[in-house]
């Protein structure tokens, strides 16, 4: 009766703080797997309640965006396209940035803008990242899909862009730069719980981190001296690796992308480090 008693008495779930700090759970996070979709539908509705054109702004936000880099950066700067259409070189730069640091952004504030929840019921605190950079991916979905139709007319209709086999390899970009914004953001996230005004200074860098970015210019075009700030962007490799994929320019090699998947995979490691440390005590400081 005794062994009866006890496998009936048996936990489905036993919640503990003794994990270690390099442990992603990520068993215990599949389980949530429906956790994470709730919040992927709670974010996409949240953002288009009480909205007059609802998911047309995915469409909007980088059309606009584009049209008026097309006029600054290239009618006015003058900025080398490496000869792809501008139209085409400047959509794709958005349309990855745009994921980036909506990313980044959102995930920077995961504690702070969830310490309600995470202080009344338990889940896996990484299903709140997780759920940010899949959320995100509608919204990268409908920009990419634009920026394929425009591709696509310059390809069979002025046939001055050269896609290659590289295309292949959009997914391993797309993860390569959710894992980044997660990273960063999950460490951004940590510290704003006692340094809140990193939050403002994020908000600043990220502006000013567009601009190390090869998303308005190519690298080729840099001048030799400042190449260096390049070659140490993780992102470079990403973008001269997706321009060159669709558009057959840029200059790319096999070298920038292995670099940025290491630091970037060193970013993530030390993120959920300082995430896993922070998420046991975070409610007496935020």
Same mark, same amino acid.
């Given at each position: 009766?005794?062994?009866?008693?006890?496998?009936?008495?048996?936990?489905?779930?036993? =919640?503990?703080?003794?994990? /270690?700090?390099?442990?992603? +759970?990520?068993?215990?996070?599949?389980?949530?797997?429906?956790?994470?979709?709730?919040?992927?539908?709670?974010?996409?509705?949240?953002?288009?309640?009480?909205? %007059?054109?609802?998911?047309?702004?995915?469409?909007?936000?980088?059309?606009?965006?584009? =049209?008026?880099?097309?006029?600054?950066?290239?009618?006015?700067?003058?900025?080398?396209?490496?000869?792809?259409?501008?139209?085409?070189?400047?959509?794709?730069?958005?349309?990855?940035?745009?994921?980036?640091?909506?990313?980044?952004?959102?995930?920077?504030?995961?504690?702070?803008?969830?310490?309600?929840?995470?202080?009344?019921?338990?889940?896996?605190?990484?299903?709140?990242?997780?759920? %940010?950079?899949?959320?995100?991916?509608?919204?990268?979905?409908?920009?990419?899909?634009?920026?394929?139709?425009?591709?696509?007319?310059?390809?069979?209709?002025?046939?001055? %862009?050269?896609?290659?086999?590289? %295309?292949?390899?959009?997914?391993?970009?797309?993860?390569?730069?959710?894992?980044?914004?997660?990273?960063?953001?999950? =460490?951004?996230? /940590?510290?704003?719980?006692?340094?809140?005004?990193?939050?403002?200074?994020?908000?600043?860098?990220?502006?000013?981190?567009?601009?190390?970015?090869?998303?308005?210019?190519?690298?080729?075009?840099?001048?030799?001296?400042?190449?260096? =700030?390049?070659?140490?962007?993780?992102?470079?490799?990403?973008?001269?690796?997706?321009?060159?994929?669709?558009?057959?320019?840029?200059?790319?090699?096999?070298?920038?992308?292995?670099?940025?998947?290491?630091?970037?995979?060193?970013?993530?490691?030390?993120?959920?480090?300082?995430? +896993?440390?922070?998420?046991?005590?975070?409610?007496?400081?935020?």
């Amino acid at each position: 009766m005794s062994n009866t008693s006890d496998e009936n008495n048996k936990w489905t779930q036993v =919640i503990e703080s003794g994990h /270690s700090l390099f442990s992603l +759970n990520l068993k215990e996070v599949w389980n949530y797997r429906d956790l994470v979709y709730m919040l992927v539908k709670r974010d996409f509705v949240t953002s288009f309640k009480q909205t %007059i054109l609802g998911p047309l702004w995915f469409f909007i936000n980088p059309i606009f965006t584009t =049209i008026m880099y097309v006029i600054v950066f290239g009618n006015i700067a003058n900025l080398s396209t490496d000869g792809a259409p501008k139209l085409a070189f400047y959509l794709a730069g958005v349309t990855l940035w745009n994921y980036f640091s909506s990313c980044l952004n959102n995930t920077s504030n995961v504690f702070r803008g969830n310490a309600s929840i995470f202080g009344k019921v338990y889940f896996p605190r990484l299903v709140m990242p997780l759920a %940010i950079v899949t959320s995100n991916l509608m919204q990268f979905g409908v920009q990419f899909l634009l920026f394929i139709c425009v591709t696509a007319y310059y390809y069979f209709f002025e046939g001055n %862009i050269h896609p290659n086999i590289w %295309i292949l390899a959009t997914p391993f970009l797309i993860i390569l730069m959710a894992a980044f914004a997660m990273g960063m953001g999950m =460490i951004f996230s /940590s510290m704003t719980t006692k340094y809140k005004d990193l939050s403002m200074l994020l908000s600043f860098g990220v502006s000013l981190y567009m601009y190390v970015t090869p998303v308005v210019y190519p690298v080729s075009s840099m001048p030799e001296k400042y190449r260096w =700030i390049a070659d140490l962007n993780p992102l470079t490799g990403i973008f001269e690796c997706f321009k060159y994929a669709y558009l057959g320019v840029g200059d790319f090699n096999l070298s920038m992308l292995l670099y940025s998947t290491i630091v970037i995979f060193m970013i993530l490691l030390l993120g959920t480090i300082i995430f +896993n440390k922070v998420e046991k005590s975070f409610m007496d400081t935020v």
